[in-house]
């Protein structure tokens, strides 16, 4: 049996599922996206199918404009100081540091709308938030429903600094490692690490 994946996302649909059919940039091929990707897939240019697909339609689209701030990230929402107050920066460990630009590295990347547009229809995630031991500066960002879970790693100094490296549809699947749940996640400003004030 074929399983259908959203073209963006990545997640697979679910048996009756409404998904959208886009053309890449304006190729000839088509994959499907899910009805959460929809306006991503728009944003990013892609062609819906059955759209007329002249100059009129081409010029009108919500595509991105390139800038140097915009890869940069001039645009894009402050680092730490906007999860967390600068007094309280000061008293973290280095472990929570990492935790905090983890959160802010995601905060600012495409997998934000995505785990928005799976808040609206399946309800607020558990968020957990775990900075790997070691010399590795690997952070590990799990979401979790009752029906779905994500996992991201995210290294500042990597070439890619976040990317989706797991996924499923069974909570149990999570190792316990990453079920921690120090984390919250709220649609429009992102993930929000739960830490101790310090004193």
Do not use: K
Request: with cysteine; glycine share 8%; hydrophobic share 40%.
């Amino acid at each position: 049996m074929e399983v259908n994946r959203c073209a963006l996302c990545e997640r697979t649909l679910l048996l009756g599922e409404r998904s959208y059919r886009f053309a890449p940039d304006g190729a000839d091929e088509f994959v499907d996206v899910c009805q959460l990707c929809q306006e991503v897939a728009l944003d990013h240019g892609w062609v819906r199918e059955g759209s007329p697909v002249g100059p009129a339609v081409r010029h009108s689209r919500r595509r991105r404009t390139l800038s140097l701030a915009g890869i940069f990230g001039a645009n894009r929402r402050p680092a730490a100081e906007a999860i967390v107050a600068e007094p309280q920066l000061r008293r973290l460990s280095d472990e929570e540091h990492a935790i905090v630009e983890a959160a802010a590295v995601f905060n600012s990347s495409d997998g934000l709308r995505t785990m928005e547009g799976i808040t609206r229809s399946l309800g607020p995630p558990r968020v957990s938030i775990l900075a790997l031991p070691g010399s590795n500066p690997d952070v590990v960002l799990t979401f979790l429903w009752d029906l779905a879970w994500y996992q991201y790693r995210i290294n500042r100094i990597a070439s890619q600094p976040i990317r989706l490296t797991d996924r499923g549809t069974e909570p149990e699947e999570v190792e316990a490692a990453f079920t921690a749940w120090n984390a919250r996640f709220e649609p429009g400003s992102g993930v929000i690490p739960e830490l101790e004030a310090g004193d």
